[in-house]
């Protein structure tokens, strides 16, 4: 009897078991876990340098570094290359170290943002915002287009508010059937889903 | 008879040459003398020696304070990051005024964000420049007032004075680069900066107090180096005494006698200091002793 419940017990588990692995198998990549199949994916993680600037009556403390790297996810070897990083005082970008070129592959890519912190300040969300814009220009630069932006959830407010700023008018997705008026839309949403919302560039509207 | 005249003879004799008394007290005097005269020196060396040590306690701390939490480590560095963000604006507008000019307006608006972070950056280490020299000036002149409010020192037969009228300089190390270095994925930016002149004999250090200008249109911009010694692997460079040959004096703060207003055009990173005591000696015997020491601050423990 006991031999028979055992046996029925490992059975169970291996079942368990193998029916995980299958949807671990199953599972999409993380670009494709955050609303589509991304060929390329820029990834822009933002920390407060501490012990930096921070003598009484300086100009440009606090500093926030944002280290930008890219990775084409879907390829076996996602290796993610650094590809510069920025230094930026709130929303005034202060330095950049270029060390690698920008080459990103043909398809679609998406920007996201991270905070190291795990929670977004509002100097890490006016640099993250500074930050996506020049990634964002690098980016048309080479010929390739945004196709979103990810950002965290509890920093999507920070960034967006910065955006109008550089010509970019954060609003609801349009419906289908109403004409845009914008040279550029680019959706945003959160890293959890819970949040949508679509920039419109207009030129000459950003206040610097 | 012979014995007679012998003793005639000697006593002649001693009566021409003097007595030996007066010449052993005239031996012992001068030999006293020479006694004195060496016991002196070794005094004034020993004077000599102490008011120098403290000398070089005062100037060391104001070196050690000048780098303090490598502060001019992290401007130089971040001149040099300037710098690139305005070369890579530069580049990528005109990049996009030819393949996506729809986004010019843009791309203008960054390149312009980068140089007012350009100008902010060197403003910030004109300002610090400022700052630290006000920092050694009341560190200095704080100390050498509390030597004089301290009163005479005496040691041995000297009588010390120390005066307030000390001379500080700023300025750098003879031959030392900046702990910035050149750019690594911008190899044009390189290559211009090589044409220029602008690195430190063959090695990839920018020279310092130089305007490193970014190529035109960007060439109204300023980019200036602190000297200042790098990290090379886990090594940092501390704070160390010098010789006046490897001083690079560029500012002088205090001068006895003048009233200075200095301006400091670049972040110092070494420190001269003069200091001139008054020594009384017996026999109403007075000298006035100078002693120069200078230090170099902290090297920068940061590497890029």
């Known amino acids: ?208 | 008879m012979i014995k007679k005249r012998q003793s005639r003879k000697f006593a002649s004799s001693r009566t021409m040459t003097g007595g030996v008394l007066p010449l052993l007290m005239l031996v012992a005097v001068i030999i006293a003398v020479l006694v004195l005269a060496a016991i002196a020196v070794c005094a004034l060396h020993l004077v000599e020696s102490k008011l120098r040590s403290t000398a070089e306690n005062y100037v060391l701390q104001a070196g050690i304070q000048l780098n303090k939490d490598d502060r001019i480590g992290e401007i130089n560095l971040m001149v040099e990051r300037s710098r690139e963000a305005v070369y890579t604006a530069r580049k990528t507008l005109v990049d996009i005024e030819s393949g996506a000019p729809h986004v010019g307006s843009l791309a203008r608006l960054l390149l312009e964000d980068a140089r007012v972070g350009a100008k902010q950056v060197d403003e910030e280490r004109r300002r610090l420049s400022g700052v630290l020299g006000k920092e050694v000036e009341i560190a200095l002149t704080s100390q050498v007032k509390k030597d004089c409010q301290a009163g005479t020192l005496n040691l041995m037969f000297f009588q010390l004075n120390q005066r307030e009228d000390i001379s500080v300089e700023v300025g750098s190390v003879r031959d030392m680069p900046s702990n910035a270095m050149a750019p690594v994925g911008l190899p044009q930016l390189k290559r211009h900066d090589h044409q220029e002149g602008y690195f430190f004999q063959s090695t990839d250090y920018y020279q310092p107090d130089i305007n490193t200008k970014l190529p035109v249109p960007d060439d109204d911009l300023t980019f200036r180096f602190a000297s200042l010694a790098p990290r090379i692997k886990n090594t940092v460079a501390d704070a160390r005494l010098l010789t006046t040959d490897d001083f690079d004096g560029q500012v002088i703060l205090i001068a006895p006698g003048k009233l200075v207003r200095p301006t400091l055009r670049n972040l110092p990173s070494a420190v001269k200091l003069v200091t001139r005591t008054g020594v009384n000696a017996p026999m109403q015997l007075h000298q006035d002793l100078e002693i120069t020491t200078i230090s170099t601050s902290a090297g920068s423990d940061k590497v890029e």
């Open chain 1, 1 to 208: 009897m006991n031999k028979k419940i055992k046996l029925a017990g490992c059975s169970a588990i291996f079942v368990c078991a193998i029916s995980m692995l299958a949807l671990g198998l199953n599972q999409p990549c993380k670009s494709q876990m955050l609303g589509g199949n991304y060929n390329n994916l820029i990834l822009i993680e933002t920390e407060e340098v501490k012990n930096e600037f921070e003598y009484k009556d300086s100009i440009i403390g606090p500093v926030v570094k944002a280290k930008v790297t890219y990775s084409r996810p879907n390829e076996e070897d996602a290796t993610p290359v650094h590809y510069e990083t920025l230094w930026l005082h709130g929303w005034q970008t202060l330095g950049c170290r270029r060390l690698n070129e920008l080459r990103l592959g043909n398809g679609q890519s998406a920007i996201q943002v991270k905070h190291k912190s795990g929670y977004g300040s509002l100097p890490e969300g006016e640099a993250a915002a500074k930050a996506i814009l020049r990634v964002f220009v690098d980016m048309y630069a080479q010929k390739h287009a945004v196709t979103t932006i990810i950002v965290p959830d509890e920093s999507i407010g920070y960034i967006l508010n910065q955006m109008p700023r550089a010509g970019f008018n954060p609003g609801p997705k349009s419906k289908p059937d109403v004409p845009v008026y914008s040279l550029i839309v680019i959706p945003v949403s959160t890293a959890s889903g819970s949040e949508h919302q679509v920039l419109y560039y207009s030129p000459g509207s950003g206040g610097g």
